[in-house]
């Protein structure tokens, strides 16, 4: 059984700080790895979709990455901005299923 | 391009009251996922519908359905509702079923059972 989990649980830094967030799977039998973002009370904003043949996406300050035979995954945020205070989930799509498997999240605050 | 839409946004229900929620998925969607959020379970898969027909189902009861129309757009019904039905409804959309597809998420139905 798929699982997935996301540490820290919780993260405060200040604002300019680089930081990662990181994402283990169990199975290594998957399609792709999306992270995506929840502000509060909101619907999810999805922002990296890594399929399982490559190592990395970038889009903007966000580059995540992929090691799929350690099942690992980390996002990495260039000079963070207060903005991107928000709950950051990862999920897995496993191999044969049509759904996501998530993790619990990193909840990530910047102060100015 | 529009987003994934969702309605109502929020819901307030009481015991034993059943509720249908409502999405629209991004136009050329064809594939609708639906998602149940809480505090406590996190993120967890309800159902997915391709072309009119459930493909998959989560591990949740009977008293979960839902349907698809030609139109792509997608319902889900809960009856029968219970105490810790209350959490955030969420629905997404991909292109179709390519399970290398990126899912667009919806702004989420917020549900209340009281």
């Known amino acids: 059984k798929q699982e997935v989990t996301q540490i820290p649980a919780a993260l405060s830094v200040p604002e300019g700080e680089n930081l990662v967030l990181n994402c283990s799977f169990t199975?290594?039998?998957?399609?792709?790895l999306q992270w995506f973002r929840q502000d509060p009370g909101k619907g999810l904003t999805s922002l990296l979709l890594?399929?399982?043949?490559?190592r990395e996406q970038t889009s903007g300050r966000l580059n995540a990455s992929l090691d799929k035979s350690s099942g690992r995954s980390t996002l990495y945020i260039a000079a963070s901005q207060p903005g991107d205070s928000a709950t950051y989930l990862c999920?897995?799509?496993?191999?044969?299923?049509?759904?996501?498997?998530f993790g619990t999240g990193t909840r990530l605050q910047v102060f100015p | 391009k529009a987003g994934v839409t969702q309605t109502p946004r929020y819901l307030i229900k009481t015991r034993g009251q059943q509720v249908t929620l409502s999405c629209s998925p991004i136009?050329?969607?064809?594939?609708v996922s639906w998602y149940q959020q809480t505090p406590g379970q996190g993120l967890q898969f309800l159902f997915e519908?391709?072309?009119?027909?459930?493909?998959n189902k989560g591990n949740f009861p009977g008293r979960f359905s839902g349907r698809q129309f030609s139109n792509s757009r997608s319902e889900m019904n809960v009856s029968t509702l219970e105490l810790g039905d209350s959490a955030l409804y969420l629905c997404?959309?991909?292109?179709?079923?390519?399970?290398?597809?990126?899912?667009?998420f919806g702004p989420g139905t917020r549900l209340t059972v009281l």
């Open positions: 136009s050329g969607h064809r594939s």
């Open positions: 199975d290594s039998a998957i399609y792709n």
């Open positions: 997404a959309s991909s292109r179709n079923r390519d399970f290398g597809n990126e899912q667009f």
């Open positions: 890594i399929q399982s043949s490559q």
């Open positions: 519908y391709f072309s009119e027909t459930q493909r």
């Open positions: 999920a897995v799509r496993p191999k044969n299923t049509d759904k996501l498997i």
